[in-house]
């Protein structure tokens, strides 16, 4: 395709997007429920199919010699099937979010005036390897009433593209215009920046995926971005600090899951408790395999903790490596915090009460936490139902976003004639 | 100044408001109270001094020849000065957004999860000739814990720099860094650029004035941009609506104040009342200096309607000009307000349940509105007590932006030793 024929098909896809979004904005609780329910029932008879599809892209990819991991998160096993239906299933039974009013009051003037939950329009999600992002972050878009237009990586193409066809088919039954949920079958890197300029036409953009993509997708965007580029979190444990919390929340930050963005990648260790909890700590996260690297106070309490170079301060580990720092009070954790966190997750191990509050009030992070554990900030976790991806830029939205998030309020007033004085 | 002398200058400003910003965030409510009471105070020991500065803008405007509407806006007349320090008493005494948690629920993990107000963290203003706006604004960002970076035009220069040295002697009285709120010494259109691509620095820009300015900034900007461009406002009088409720509104939404962006650009009549309402409506606003321009069907009614060009539709007059269009039906409203109008304001004249229901639903408006005046759609109308600006757009803000909408929601999590299964 030429460039020209890419803007062609992109912005036509886009256009139509945003007209099928004004029918969907209107449509009963009902009727969505019914086509997320509906396109489970689609996957489980199309299952063969997909799998059959997905193993071109598997195929593909093997050849091409992607790592056994992108292999992995590219393939559409039965597990991963399932867990789509279920997850269809759950959004299915979330409440809708739409057409929800609150704050409504009288004002002076004699107008009751509050306000109505609404659609933002069309989404747009621009994301790797994961083909079962594309029915997950449909149902999630569509169930908030809005438009989406996919953009998924070359790798899951085939399985991509039978997905849209699969939504398309049910969304067309419940005479619902099948541009509602779209995935753009041109997958060079052109196609991206065309997308990002249609501001005309589709409301947010989320991507999902590596540093470099999301990077790629902010310079370049017209359209707001949610967005986070990377977890650096952080768990500090102050001087009244319960040792066995630590280890046990220390253990679970880094070692239950090191490769998503809530793990943690390092610990600030008041200097006082130092002492009692590193050797404790270190010993426990060293047996499970974890390279601890820190500063030299720390070294001096435990010797096998590397030296920490520079460039390890502020690192996204993703692996079984963590940083340690020995600090002299809270001011220093929370500085040390504001110059290397990443604004995602941030743990106090403490029993003071003033420390506590001082920590969730005054720590700069998308989610803040006392004696929890940091693998917690998830949707699920919090009770939003599902995620769409997590927000660690403050505007509209900070933290996992789940359906609330996927819609805006707008004003509406009940007046009986009243006018302006 | 040289361009790299400008990018010096504008990028150490809002590094060093990033920084006051975050002492900003941890200010008891009370503080922030008396810097705005304290500010207030300043203002009436300081009238004469501003006053004599703002008369060297006024004197260079009259040179260069500004228009007398512009000169109105530039001139801080006593009675400006009065309504700044009764802005500034209003907004100490609304309630302060920081800290408010909600949504506080245990989850089955045994955390306890919920939502606490936070600071967006520096708020860019851009604006033009009111140099009262460099109060206002400035108290409202403070009021909400944010830093404020203020760029107003070239010809308020003297006033707005007189006003910031008013609040930085204040916020230093108080032990806060006077760059939590600052104003751009330099006033050419460079520095505005440079501004916009603050994003490491400054959180949300939000300008103020013509189109054309906020064009400009949209297009240029790095940083999210929470705006509106223009206000084009219709009111619907569907078939079951009261003729004197519709008149009474049409009156209000036209003619009480035309220069404003909540006032209305258009009526469209539902084809079976067009014959009552139209004559009568036309009548009065036409004695009211209004020139009504309308569709054939509309000059069939009331020959005195002027044709309408094809440029009237969508037109933000700004004066005493309106558009008129007969519609079939609901349907044909609402499709003309999605084509041409500006999703800022939507009125509804109505007496039935189901058209009101409908309208408020299906109508993409940051306010719509049942028998009500479209003027209405206001910060101060609405309770939020102060507004510092209006956004059409959906992301974060729609509708008037107070308080609440100058900061976000972070996740807090109340833990016991809780870890991830």
């Known amino acids: 395709m030429t460039n020209t024929e890419i803007e062609q098909l992109i912005t036509g896809m886009a256009a139509k997007g945003r007209k099928a979004a004004r029918k969907l904005a209107a449509l009963p609780t009902a009727i969505k429920d019914s086509i997320l329910l509906d396109a489970a029932k689609e996957l489980e008879a199309q299952r063969d199919f997909i799998k059959a599809e997905n193993k071109k892209d598997v195929d593909a990819g093997r050849e091409k010699g992607l790592s056994l991991a992108m292999l992995d998160r590219l393939t559409l096993s039965d ?54 992002v594309t029915i997950d972050a449909a149902a999630l878009c569509l169930k908030a009433g809005n438009g989406v237009l996919l953009r998924g990586g070359s790798e899951a193409i085939h399985s991509n593209l039978a997905l849209a066809g699969l939504l398309q088919k049910v969304l ?71 040792v066995a919390t630590g280890i046990r929340l220390a253990m679970n930050g880094k070692t239950q899951r090191p490769g998503v963005c809530n793990a943690l990648e390092g610990m600030l260790i008041h200097k006082s408790i130092a002492p009692c909890f590193l050797p404790a700590a270190a010993k426990e996260l060293m047996a499970a395999g974890v390279e601890l690297r820190g500063c030299e106070q720390s070294r001096a309490i435990v010797p096998e903790i590397v030296p920490a170079q520079d460039s390890d301060w502020g690192t996204e580990f993703l692996e079984l490596k963590m940083i340690v720092k020995v600090v002299d009070d809270m001011d220093e954790a929370i500085r040390y915090i504001e110059q290397y966190g990443s604004q995602h997750t941030e743990v106090i191990v403490t029993n003071s009460y003033a420390n506590s509050q001082r920590f969730l009030r005054e720590v700069d992070a998308s989610a803040v936490m006392i004696n929890a554990s940091s693998r917690f900030n998830d949707g699920g976790q919090f009770g939003l139902g599902a995620e769409i991806g997590i927000s660690t830029t403050k505007l509209h939205a900070y933290g996992p976003m789940g359906l609330e998030e996927l819609t805006t309020r707008k004003f509406v007033v009940y007046g009986a004639g009243e006018i302006r004085q």
Do not use: W
Request: net charge neutral.
């Open 79 to 132: 597990k991963v099937i399932n867990s789509m239906i279920q997850g269809l299933h759950e959004i299915a039974a979330l409440p809708d979010p739409v057409g929800k009013m609150d704050e409504m009051k009288r004002r002076p003037s004699g107008i009751t005036v509050g306000r109505m939950r609404v659609p933002l329009g069309v989404i747009g999600m621009i994301y790797e390897a994961r083909p079962n």
């Open 172 to 242: 067309a039954a419940h005479n619902v215009p099948a541009e509602a949920a779209q995935v753009i079958p041109v997958t060079d890197r052109y196609g991206i920046n065309v997308m990002l300029a249609q501001e005309q036409f589709i409301d947010v953009i989320i991507p999902r995926g590596g540093e470099g993509l999301i990077r790629f997708v902010t310079e370049n965007s017209k359209i707001p971005v949610l967005k986070h580029y990377k977890g650096v979190c952080h768990m500090y444990v102050d001087e009244s600090g319960d």
